[in-house]
């Protein structure tokens, strides 16, 4: 198993560990989805630095998505403001135009991922796999982007696209999984 692998599973056994001795304690399934955002920061910071002679561009565009997607998190905001004050922040634009700009951030990403690939369907790839991501954007529904995340780590499992950074977009896919699962079951 390489780093990149270790890394993925590490992240997502943690979360695994921790929502059963929740489950063992309180007897519902619970992660500790709000610190998904801070997972996926760590673990694209690493995947940078140990592909930045390889992959660097691409790792830059997902490194600040997210940081963008963790900074448009009110929980993130809950560190630095008092509950007057985030009252007001949260009523404002802020937190959407931080949340567009990581939905930028990853559709580039996405294209960079897809479009610099020898696939002959790179394309198609790119058009099934952003429709999901443009749906949530849109909608707020959470399992398209869990769905188009876990679809392009697949693709790009099985079609060998840009190697290894499929499992970033697998730990994405599935931490918003996670997610999805404790908000909604």
Do not use: C
């Not at 997972?39 to 992959?55: A, E, M, R, T």
């Not at 009252?87 to 937190?95: D, K, P, Q, R, T």
């Not at 990581?102 to 479009?115: C, H, P, Q």
Request: proline share 2%; hydrophobic share 55%.
């Amino acid at each position: 198993m390489n780093r990149e692998k270790r890394s993925v599973t590490l992240a997502i056994l943690t979360l695994i560990v921790y929502a059963s001795f929740l489950f063992y304690e309180t007897g519902v399934v619970l992660f500790p989805f709000p610190l998904n955002e801070l997972i996926v920061l760590i673990v694209s910071v690493q995947f940078l630095i140990w592909n930045w002679n390889s992959k660097r561009i691409l790792l830059a565009f997902l490194t600040a998505a997210s940081v963008f997607n963790l900074i448009s998190t009110q929980f993130f905001w809950s560190f630095f403001m008092t509950n007057e004050q985030m009252e007001v922040f949260v009523s404002g634009i802020s937190l959407d135009l931080l949340k567009i700009a990581y939905y930028i951030f990853v559709s580039i990403g996405l294209g960079i991922y897809f479009l610099t690939s020898t696939s002959r369907l790179k394309y198609l790839f790119f058009g099934i796999t952003l429709l999901p991501i443009l749906l949530t954007m849109f909608t707020s529904i959470g399992i398209f982007e869990s769905i188009s995340f876990i679809l392009i780590a697949l693709l790009g499992y099985k079609y060998t696209i840009n190697y290894p950074i499929h499992l970033l977009w697998l730990l994405i896919g599935l931490l918003q999984l996670m997610k999805v699962s404790t908000l909604y079951f």
